[in-house]
């Protein structure tokens, strides 16, 4: 079976390698996203995606636009199948049409909840218990396919979006090996998705981390919990904006936004509660442990944070 493998990110690497390590098919390409600029210096950086195929040998096709670029090279490399991970590009039918066993994607969410870009994200932001990957057949449209398998797992109440990022991407590598092997026998059984069921993320912008005080402590840390490590919730103090990487939900009362305490831990109220902040980073300082940050800045209990 010849694949052709359309993915960037680090999401992206774990089933990619675990596809070529078994040996068991042929990848002729893997598809990805063209070189972006990465860090203060803007230095031109190759996709995690990119290196790994490079490592093995794999011919890489990089575009801005697919459905513009790429049909043709796609054409000559002939695939049976093409298998899409974060991807971040919307394929048209004539790509689609390519591979004669159809094109297969592996989706951080259990379908039809959380399709769209941010899945792993929304999962946290809505306190759900567990999540999953989802092997679709990919249609014309954003994430409604027709779905080949799905397994859950857990959510942790300390888990964050990268603890998720690692281990959804290792469960999409024992996915997509599953769907192979039931692809290539030809007994695939594909399940319609309950579109009345379908909810849709969006992109995440640095501006919704902005932490709300006036929300209940719950959907405080949440938040902190589903935009840490990218873009990292965040609030101020006197102006000076600070960067929330761990907390706990608490019982403290007071006003919202008020410090509460600020010895082992920096604990302000909420809407309906209170939050711990247990890891912090200030605008151009290092990321510590609250008890580390409030030796070096004094806070009085009644101060007003946000």
């Known amino acids: 079976m010849k694949i052709v493998y359309l993915g960037t990110p680090e999401f992206a690497v774990a089933p990619?390698?675990?596809?070529?390590?078994?040996?068991?098919?042929?990848?002729?390409?893997?598809?990805?996203?063209?070189?972006?600029p990465v860090g203060r210096k803007q230095v031109i950086t190759e996709c995690p995606v990119k290196k790994l195929a490079k490592e093995y040998g794999v011919p890489v096709f990089s575009y801005d636009k697919i459905r513009v670029e790429g049909v043709e090279d796609l054409k000559k490399l002939s695939p049976?199948?093409?298998?899409?991970?974060?991807?971040?590009?919307?394929?048209?039918?004539?790509?689609?049409?390519?591979?004669?066993?159809g094109v297969y994607n592996i989706h951080a969410s259990l379908l039809p909840k959380y399709r769209g870009a941010s899945p792993i994200n929304f999962a946290l932001l809505n306190g759900e218990k567990e999540t999953g990957v989802t092997v679709m057949k990919t249609d014309v449209g954003v994430d409604t396919g027709d779905m080949l398998l799905s397994e859950k797992i857990t959510i942790n109440d300390t888990d964050n979006a990268g603890d998720?990022?690692?281990?959804?991407?290792?469960?999409?590598?024992?996915?997509i090996m599953k769907a192979l092997e039931i692809i290539s026998t030809g007994k695939q059984i594909l399940t319609p998705q309950d579109s009345e069921q379908a909810t849709y993320t969006k992109m995440i912008k640095k501006e919704d981390a902005l932490i709300d005080w006036t929300d209940t402590a719950e959907n405080i840390v949440n938040k902190?919990?589903?935009?840490?490590?990218?873009?990292v919730a965040y609030t101020e103090i006197d102006g000076t904006p600070l960067k929330v990487y761990r907390a706990e939900v608490s019982d403290g009362e007071g006003k919202i936004g008020e410090i509460l305490s600020c010895g082992k831990c920096l604990e302000i109220g909420c809407g309906k509660g209170s939050v711990k902040i247990l890891e912090i980073k200030k605008s151009g300082g290092n990321r510590m442990s609250a008890e580390?940050?409030?030796?070096?800045?004094?806070?009085?209990?009644?101060?007003?944070i946000g």
């Not at 390698?17 to 070189?35: F, P, W």
């Not at 899409?84 to 066993?101: R, V």
């Not at 902190?224 to 873009?231: G, T």
Request: proline share 5%; charged share 30%.
């Open 16 to 36: 990619l390698k675990r596809i070529l390590d078994s040996k068991k098919y042929e990848v002729t390409g893997v598809v990805t996203n063209r070189d972006k």
């Open 80 to 101: 049976d199948i093409m298998i899409t991970c974060a991807f971040g590009q919307i394929l048209s039918a004539e790509i689609l049409d390519i591979p004669k066993l």
């Open 164 to 175: 998720l990022f690692e281990k959804l991407s290792v469960l999409g590598a024992d996915c």
């Open 224 to 231: 902190i919990r589903a935009y840490n490590p990218s873009p």
């Open 292 to 304: 580390d940050f409030l030796r070096g800045n004094r806070f009085t209990p009644g101060d007003l």
